[in-house]
């Protein structure tokens, strides 16, 4: 229904979703958090599926912070091994479906054998030119800003950059995202109404959505809903003149 009402020329280029719900859907359910994470993939599937199909150029999907490794180490290690399992079994479809995947976060706490994955991953589909997903795994936005610091001062140390030349635009080509428009809007589920250190540089100017359903029960319908919002926003950007979603 709510495809059929999205205007495809005021489309959000990249749309970025906070993933959250999946212990509270468990728990209204009897059951044990690792048994939401397990039905949560399955949104992962259809959202991703869902936002080739309406046309969407990036999404990003907020999988693991730099915090949730203070979990319990059973839900961490339930939580990784769900993160090998998708992409095991969605790699040749992702491949083949022309979906570029690229992962934001610190990769270095994770197991190797993961990481080594993660990179296989990302190589065979970097010249698909589809929908771009952005998989945040071990991700934090201070730290992202930290390490894009880092790397800046590196090269100034060498120089290879000049800080007088520093501008937000070229500050940008050190961060996680770099080479990509910065998010439209921000999407959040199960009725929490906080950032939690997701994208904290590239959200400057985002349009924010907090929905109450929780992440296993999102769906593409859901997801076209808030489109056809999205469309109806007028964005100043600190001006005075109004402009929608494509820019």
């Not at 709510?2 to 993933?19: C, F, G, N, R, S």
């Not at 990481?115 to 934090?140: C, F, H, P, R, S």
Request: proline share 2%; glycine share 8%.
């Amino acid at each position: 229904m709510y495809k059929d009402e999205i205007d495809t020329d005021k489309l959000p280029q990249h749309v970025a979703i906070t993933m959250d719900g999946n212990g509270r859907w468990a728990k209204s359910k009897g059951k044990f958090r690792v048994f939401g994470h397990q039905s949560g993939v399955k949104a992962v599937r259809d959202t991703v599926e869902g936002a080739a199909e309406i046309g969407l150029k990036y999404i990003t999907l907020y999988a693991f912070s730099t915090e949730n490794w203070n979990r319990t180490a059973h839900e961490v290690a339930s939580l990784m091994k769900l993160f090998r399992g998708y992409m095991q079994s969605k790699f040749l479809q992702l491949v083949e479906n022309n979906v570029k995947v690229i992962f934001l976060g610190d990769p270095n706490p994770i197991r190797k054998v993961i990481v080594d994955q993660m990179q296989k991953l990302e190589q065979a589909t970097e010249k698909n030119d589809g929908l771009t997903l952005n998989i945040a795994l071990n991700y934090g936005g201070r730290d992202e800003i930290l390490r894009a610091v880092q790397k800046f001062g590196m090269d100034a140390s060498t120089g290879k950059a000049n800080p007088k030349d520093l501008t937000v635009e070229s500050f940008e080509k050190y961060l996680d995202t770099k080479g990509q428009k910065n998010p439209d809007l921000i999407i959040r589920t199960a009725g929490q109404q906080r950032l939690s250190n997701f994208l904290l540089w590239q959200i400057a100017y985002s349009e924010l959505y907090f929905t109450k359903t929780t992440w296993p029960d999102f769906s593409v319908e859901e997801l076209s809903q808030i489109l056809v919002e999205f469309d109806q926003r007028g964005r100043t950007f600190g001006g005075n003149t109004l402009r929608y979603s494509r820019i």
